[in-house]
């Protein structure tokens, strides 16, 4: 078990490591002649109208809140899940209806209109 | 293929501990090797997948694709691939003016680097001959890969551009919208399998694959996978025809290098995956009698979701976001809600003593009934919107 | 009612305003002060809804007892009928003429071009500004006293004709020389013209935009001249709510050469090869505009051969040009090349044929005055027959297995840029695009030219005016194209391909023509003036692409920017035509 965990440590180093050096590598290898020209902001070859950081349409978020109920659902589902074969049919339905009352948040928003794009 | 590795492994390690080393030391350093190992499989998998790419793309189109590059062409322009490698390598990083920094820098790097972490608990073959087989392995899958919704974010918020602006709103609705029905049909095969470890899942499809007993959740997972890495018809974080390059807009050199890498990581390891989850992992004929098999037929398994992952991408068009959308907040979620309740309950019904193939083939029944009934409900919707748009034209003429 | 009828009923009710325009020249002259009335009246009363051409020509001397004057010319039509053509004249000193835009959105983009060419200024143009040529250019280039740089400047700007030092420059002796140089001081990084920086300021004065239910930050950005899916060197200028588009303008003019200036310097045949170059997919059509045009001034009679030559290849353009758009739409959708390159493979060959015919690819410089270049020898002949007897079909077919029930194609097309059939009048469009709205108005029909009247073949529509539709349009005329192509090549006779003698110099006798085609993406139409000379006088291109390019704001409104690339590529333009 801690092994196994160990391994991951590992190799989660060396990933970071893989990816840093590829990065590191192309930074000794490649040539470096900043010019203003060239770090210009790509807009389709003219110059960008005020700024790239504007407001979000609001419509994006209600998405993201939308995903937040359901995330928090899934890290409570997983042990579930797992613990299904062990557990009792009543203690699955009791999963059941948890499933159905987050189902219930879907429709409310469904019948919102919320997930209409606007 | 085990037999090969264990006895390399045993071979390094006995010349290790002939230098003097002490033993932790020894499993240790072995560790690292196993980890890099792994790691570069992805890498030197996807190397050939990009010229398998431009050349199944080229042959779908009736042209020839890469047949040369510069003066020694390899078979069939295979050397193309490592000298666009070179090339990326060797090119000039230019970083636009304006942009923000930190975020822009590690953008790729988290990109690249989740998108290799992920391999460490596939199995490839009976046993772990590499990699580890960790208990919460499809747990720790999920977890990973959702977090690349921030490297996206992060590159097309701090690029300074407006077209990775718009790109990263997307990102935002889009993959985690995606992410519920992909979770959902997961949890079904964690609920059937009785385990999230991925030799587990593979050991409990040893006589029929959930593809066939599950078939349902197969088919929402692979769609939401598709949603996940970006490909087509549900390819809009780098659009082309719409955003230019989307979040990559401003990248370049190497680090757009990582992007290209990183995405073409990703299809495979979705066709790893669901080969793993569906399609038996390394289980097939003769796997008991010489376990190197079990390597192949996953490489096979998963060479066979990538040409699928192929042709999808060069012969489907793109939809709109709010299609996107609709299609998954309500189409898939519900099925996936309703899938996971009723399965859970038919499942938990069955005799525990029946055979493997009983159970399949009732949970393959309750899967079409549950297709039936949302294919019913589509209909019907689609018949209701019918006749308003009928009534509303009678009205008008 | 004829044209000669409208004419009397138009000087009935206007006495005072109107006369017979001078022989050579047709049509009718308007006072200045009265065309606005006229155009209403053309337009409400006696059914001219569809104005096709608005033009200016320069005439700085005297002529036929007319002062010297800039004059404007319109052409108008209604579905069965024209042109009637108006002249309108305005004095040199301050030529101004009242602009027809308000009544007819199609003048929109003509007017600006007119402006901006010829410096007719048009009182009461929504937005007038330069349209071709840059914000701050000096001068008006189809000006007859125009100096054109270097070629006719006075001195020639390269110092080594100065071998002794001192150079004389041409930018420091004609009054245009702040276009050839930039001040010493100047510095690209940051500059921006005051009255009109890169067009924005129209953008950022849209305040009745807001949506004040759901505030959302405007944002206005660039698609294009460098964006994958403009299809050339096109600038949409977008403003953006979310990704909603709320106000859009197309920016044009980057691939500007004066195709008009450089028609009036060359001879009459030389200007042939400059036609390939409009539309650079469809030369074969060009050609065979700018031949049915002068052939209106000059007396001569096409041999029949010839004619049913010239049909052929019209129609083999058409198949290219449409089957390369559909191709377009599906890049524009997102299918990774495949689309197009099934559509270039068509085009592969049938571009072979135009080889074989005339020598080059795409260039083709095939038709002349009276006649075609070169026969079609029997290879050839049996060539075409191949293509459109076995190949096209299959392709067609094609075509339609792979996009007409492809449920992405049909959810990203069906009720997407829909434009009405009375705004796609208004706004001058035709070709697929007018007749998706519903209207089946084609120039083969309407006013046959060449042989097509002996033809049997459907003028194509579909009711809705969306993506789709227009679609469906194409693919439709894709198979009416190699319907005409099969009866051709049945029944092709044989005998000379050229009226007379094949010449090099021609002389046009004085008039004016305006010649107009069914080119596959529309209208294609030549204003001539001859003045009996070996050139033009006065040489104008009405492109298809320029004209429906104007009704593109109304057709994304309200659409998202995903829909604007794929409405773009169904009104199907080339930046050649466009610009010019």
Redesign the interface.
Known sequence: ?LE?????G???????F???A??G???V?????PD?R?????????????T??????????I??L??LV??VE?VF??PW??A??LIP?YA??E??LF??LL?VA?IYV?RKGL?E?? | MGDAIVNVSAWIEGLLLGTGLSEPWVS?IM??I???V??FIP?VIVIFLVWGYRKASARMQGRLGPNSSGTWAGPGGIVQTFADAIK???????????VDVIPY?IA???I??IA??VW?VIPFGPGTVIG????IGI??IMAFSSAALFGVLMAG?S???????VSA??S??LL??Y??PQ??SV??V??VA???SMQDIVGAQRSVMYLIALPLPAVIFLIASLAEVNARPFELLEAESEL?AGYQ??YS???F??YYLAEFINSVAVGAIFSTLFLGGWQGPFVDAAPILGTVWIFAKITLMTMLWMFIQITLPRLR??QI??FN??FL??LA?AN??VI??V???INAQASDWTRAGILLLTNIAIALVAWTLVALGGRQKRRQYEAELEVVA | MTIQATHETLKAKFPDAIQDAHAPYTGLIVDRDHLVAVATALRDELGFRYLSSVTGVDYPAATDGLPPRFEAVYHFYQSEGGPLVLHVHADRENPTVPSLTPLFPSADFQEREAWDLMGIRFEGHPDLRRILLWEGYAGHPLQKGFQEVYYEADTKPFDSRWPEGAPVRAESRVPLGRNLRYPADFSM??W?PTDD??G?IA?DQVADLKDTA?P??R?????????PSTHGVL?LLVTL???TIKKLEPVVGFLHRCHDKIGERNTWLGNMPYTDRLDYVCSMSNNLGYAVAVEKLLDVKVPERAEYIRVIMAEFTRFINHIIDIGFTGNDLGIYFTAMLMGMEERELIVDLFERVSGSRMMCNYMRFGGVAHDMTADDVAYARQLAFERLPQAIDKVDQFFTNNEVFKQRSINVGVLPAETAIAYGCTGPLLRASGVPYDIRRAEPYSIYDSFDFDVVTRQNGDVYDRYMVRLEEMRQSVRILQQALNRLPDGPIMDGKPKGLIKVPAGEAYGRIEAPKGELGFYLVSEGGNNPYRYHVRSPSFVNLGALEEMCKGYLIADTVIILASVDITLGEVDR
């Open positions: 078990m196994q965990f160990t391994f991951i590992v190799f989660l180093l060396v990933t970071l893989i990816s840093c590829m990065v590598l192309s930074w290898l490649r040539p470096k002649r203003p060239k770090s210009e902001i790509y807009e389709c070859g003219l110059e960008p109208h005020g790239p950081w504007f407001q979000f349409k609001a419509q994006y978020y998405f993201a939308v995903f359901f995330d899934a589902l997983f899940a797992k299904y074969s049919l699955v339905i999963g059941v499933i159905l189902a879907l469904w997930l794009w606007m | 240790f560790t690292v196993s980890a890099f792994i790691a890498v990326m390598l060797t090119k000039e990083d230019i970083r636009p003016a304006g820098n790729p790097i988290l690249f680097f290799l972490v460490a580890v087989d960790l208990n747990f720790y918020w690029s300074n551009n407006k077209y990775a602006t709103f997307r935002v609705a985690i919208s992410e519920i979770l959902l949890l079904v964690v609920m009785g385990s999230m230019v807009t401003e050199g190497m680090k290098g990582m976001i709010d959308l609709n907040w309500k979620v519900p809600l996971l309740c859970s309950i499942n938990k019904l | 990084q940051g921006c920086p890169w924005y953008h759901h959302t930050d944002v206005v950005l660039n698609m294009g001249p460098h964006h600038r709510e979310g990704e």
